[in-house]
């Protein structure tokens, strides 16, 4: 069975630029989460897609945002860059409660 | 707001050692604790624990919870290099509040095994 799968595996931005993130779930589960991997400060929650809809988000601003298709693979944008985004970009889908985690997606600002 | 601090912070012993990992968490409406294991970049998981006293184990890793107290630990016997790692604690909410559907991470325990 194929894992959590996420592109690119690094991307390279400069400053006020945007970034997108893709990420194909496990099949058969509906639930996508992000989460933010930055240098010394552990995984921090940024959104949960369940069923195309947004269900929770954590504390990030609004230039962070994303979507679920239809499928539930999902996108995650991160819109006028700055250098504190660089960071690790996690993935993750659920059938239930047990998260499953993509290799993720190394996101450097210039 | 919900908290999970593990301790140690990092930890360095000689193969064939015994470690025990803690995780202790405050949240609201409980629901589960997570073990993840991060080598690299994808953390994989090890265990969900959502009852007290009943010890998950699989292989030479085995842990267990205690919702009294609020804390849970992990066990690694017979360490070997390959169990160096960073690892993980996190714990996911009930539906009704915030927390639902994220889990929320404690700031990991790396783990170094010298041969």
């Known amino acids: 069975e194929a894992g959590v799968t996420q592109s690119p595996t690094h991307l390279i931005k400069t400053r006020g630029q945007q970034a997108t993130l893709r990420c194909s779930p496990i099949s058969g589960h509906t639930s996508v989460y992000w989460y933010q991997q930055a240098l010394g400060l552990g995984l921090q929650f940024l959104l949960w897609?369940?069923?195309?809809?947004?269900?929770n988000r954590g504390n990030f601003p609004p230039r962070f945002s994303g979507r679920q298709f239809p499928n539930y693979s999902s996108e995650l944008n991160v819109n006028a860059l700055e250098l504190e985004d660089s960071a690790l970009y996690l993935c993750?889908?659920?059938?239930?409660?047990?998260?499953?985690f993509g290799p993720g997606t190394r996101l450097t600002v210039l | 707001e919900d908290k999970v601090v593990q301790s140690p912070l990092s930890l360095v012993v000689h193969e064939g050692d015994t470690v025990t990992l803690n995780c202790s968490y405050e949240v609201t409406n409980f629901r589960s604790l997570l073990w993840y294991k991060q080598e690299k970049k994808a953390p994989t998981f090890l265990f969900m624990l959502t009852s007290s006293g009943i010890e998950k184990k699989s292989g030479r890793l085995s842990s267990i919870l205690d919702k009294k107290e609020l804390f849970s630990i992990l066990n690694i016997t017979a360490t070997q290099t390959g169990d160096s790692a960073v690892y993980l604690c996190?714990?996911?909410?009930?539906?009704?509040?915030?927390?639902?559907?994220?889990?929320?991470f404690g700031q990991g325990t790396i783990l170094t095994v010298h041969p």
């Open positions: 993750a889908s659920s059938l239930f409660y047990e998260q499953f």
């Open positions: 897609y369940d069923e195309g809809e947004e269900r």
């Open positions: 996190a714990v996911g909410a009930n539906a009704g509040g915030t927390s639902y559907g994220k889990l929320t």
